[in-house]
């Protein structure tokens, strides 16, 4: 064959490209969104609780960070909205659900981890790092501190309410405004990690899930390209 031929042969060949991933069909997008800073906690001076639950508002920081999400996230196509209840939540969707003209919805399962005897305590127990917070990082898990939400109640809670979402929107891209602790217990059941693998959510940070059937695919954690470093601090503390 000459050496045409054989150039010839080569073009004609189907080439193989690598591709973007598609979610599958029927399946459920869903971004969960981490709250905006809240406000400081002062000694003497607790949170008011809600479902049993610390319920600060927002930090103006937090507030930006709420702004900044919207401007990211009214650029895609959101189906619908979910908050928690908590008003941290509430208030960190309500830029992006006046956008878009959506409605929220509640889903109080997607709460933040009861934290027992250290709910309205549990920044400064941090900040202080005595022996027992030093277990809870050491052995992963919320429910070393004394009445807090033992660890199998709180995944089931949180794997729940992931699919009852992911059942009621097929084919949908939900933004999902909830709290660190869940997004971090949410992305280890899907990638079968210890529960403290994905604890470090920023405020404002957007992570990305699909789910297809009992399959669930991590698409992305802790997004914060939409924030201004100023508004991502360094953490001071190991929370």
Excluded at 21 to 39: A, D, M, N, T, Y
Aim: hydrophobic residues 40%; aromatic residues 6%.
């Amino acid at each position: 064959m000459t050496s045409l031929g054989i150039q010839g042969a080569r073009t004609s060949q189907t080439g193989y490209r690598q591709h973007r991933f598609v979610p599958p069909p029927g399946s459920c997008e869903i971004l969960l969104i981490r709250h905006g800073e809240s406000q400081p906690a002062y000694p003497g001076r607790p949170f008011p609780l809600t479902d049993g639950r610390a319920d600060p508002e927002l930090a103006p920081e937090g507030a930006e960070q709420a702004e900044r999400v919207a401007q990211q996230l009214a650029r895609q196509r959101i189906d619908a909205i979910y908050v928690t209840s908590l008003r941290r939540t509430v208030q960190t969707a309500q830029p992006l659900a006046r956008r878009l003209g959506l409605v929220p919805t509640v889903e109080r399962q997607l709460r933040e981890v009861g934290l027992g005897d250290w709910e309205t305590s549990y920044r400064q127990r941090v900040a202080e790092n005595g022996p027992l917070v030093q277990r809870v990082w050491a052995e992963g898990r919320w429910d070393v501190i004394p009445g807090a939400e033992p660890a199998a109640e709180f995944a089931a809670r949180v794997r729940g309410a992931i699919e009852g979402m992911a059942a009621a929107h097929p084919g949908q891209r939900l933004a999902v405004f909830t709290h660190g602790g869940v997004i971090g217990q949410a992305m280890a059941l899907a990638s079968g990690s210890r529960v403290f693998a994905f604890i470090g959510a920023d405020n404002g940070s957007v992570s990305h899930l699909v789910i297809t059937g009992s399959q669930w695919i991590i698409r992305g954690f802790n997004d914060t390209a939409h924030l201004d470093p100023a508004f991502s601090p360094q953490p001071t503390t190991p929370a």
